[in-house]
């Protein structure tokens, strides 16, 4: 029997403005299973990262609230527990690797610090077994001269080594689940196949689960199970990675496929997903995709379709495979 390491459902986080209320993710459901890697993919403003905040809590001092869903994990809702509980869970049960290593990073404090800290609290090292595990967790994530580096401030280092110090300390209490935000944005190629590798490494080695968000669509081919397509805050279409890369579904995941370059294509005649993502206090009625998909008939701009199983273990939240006559009638 598969064992459910989280699960996210009908999650509805919103944002508060003077524009406006802002559906940043609206009903999005996701599972992860234990020792599964789950990509959640889509362009930038889908709600990826939110609904990744939103697992770890983090949006207290910000305009955004979890105003429904569920979020368990092992069994356990996250949110009943109290800031203190979710305290011993991040970075320990939990961890993440966060999009902007600079604004992640306290700028006053010496990295070494910053690292040491959660070992010493979660692993319940002493100063010198912290600093030893700390040191060789830099070296596991390819950072030169990992020594001094303890010593130095996150300002002192470029963009691709914080971002390496974010992962050795995401990855340094070999947590149960890692969610990963974009990790390998900042790093050169070499530096990004060694980062890969080693989060691999961590999944079969401790059975870690891995939430991975990306844009790079090569990367959730190597890297994932399972695939979750997210656009304007909802999932549009979840599958095996197989699957989706040979027989995707809906028309933004054919885009988004369709926009990989590949080799020995002509540069000149790349193909795009026309259009922007909608403006979030003012989405379009019915399906959120409706103005920029090529496929839109008539009932995409009255009714929103759901996420329906077109077949097993493939779902996808499209028209075209949804009886459109039963719809309208409800």
């Known amino acids: 029997m598969t064992e459910k390491m989280l699960e996210i459902e009908d999650l509805k986080t919103y944002f508060y403005g003077d524009e406006g209320v802002v559906k940043a993710v609206d009903g999005v459901t996701i599972t992860v299973n234990k020792g599964e890697t789950v990509?959640?993919?889509?362009?930038?403003?889908?709600?990826?990262?939110v609904t990744s905040l939103s697992v770890m809590r983090l949006l207290q001092d910000t305009p955004g609230?979890?105003?429904?869903?569920?979020?368990k994990f092992e069994g356990k809702s996250l949110l009943n527990l109290s800031e203190k509980e979710m305290?011993?869970?991040?970075g320990n049960d939990i961890a993440m690797i966060f999009q902007e290593p600079m604004t992640s990073?306290?700028?006053?404090?010496?990295?070494?610090?910053?690292?040491?800290?959660?070992?010493?609290?979660?692993?319940?090292?002493d100063k010198k077994k912290a600093r030893i595990h700390a040191v060789n967790m830099l070296n596991l994530v390819g950072l030169p001269r990992a020594n001094e580096v303890m010593n130095e401030y996150p300002h002192q280092l470029s963009g691709g080594m914080r971002q390496r110090v974010m992962i050795a300390m995401a990855m340094a209490c070999n947590p149960k689940l890692l969610i990963a935000d974009e990790p390998t944005t900042a790093l050169d190629v070499t530096i990004q196949a060694q980062i890969l590798e080693l989060m691999q490494q961590l999944r079969n080695e401790s059975n870690t689960s891995i939430m991975l968000i990306t844009h790079d669509l090569g990367v959730v081919a190597e890297m994932c199970d399972r695939?979750?397509?997210m656009y304007a805050g909802e999932v549009v279409e979840e599958s095996d990675v197989y699957t989706l890369f040979e027989n995707p579904k809906h028309p933004y995941t054919k885009g988004l496929i369709g926009s990989v370059p590949k080799l020995g294509q002509d540069v000149?005649?790349?193909?795009?997903?026309?259009?922007?993502?909608?403006?979030?206090?003012?989405?379009?009625?019915?399906?959120?995709?409706?103005p920029r998909c090529e496929f839109a008939m008539d009932i995409c701009w009255k009714k929103d379709p759901v996420l329906l199983e077109t077949n097993d273990k493939h779902a996808c939240r499209c028209w075209l495979y949804q009886d459109q006559e039963k719809a309208l009638e409800v």
């Open 105 to 125: 990073l306290n700028p006053v404090y010496k990295i070494g610090k910053q690292l040491e800290e959660a070992i010493k609290l979660h692993l319940r090292y």
């Open 227 to 229: 695939v979750v397509v």
């Open 87 to 90: 305290r011993m869970i991040r």
């Open 65 to 71: 609230e979890i105003v429904d869903g569920s979020i």
């Open 39 to 49: 990509g959640v993919v889509g362009e930038s403003g889908c709600g990826k990262s």
């Open 268 to 290: 000149e005649k790349l193909d795009s997903i026309p259009g922007n993502v909608p403006i979030p206090t003012n989405m379009p009625s019915g399906c959120k995709f409706a």
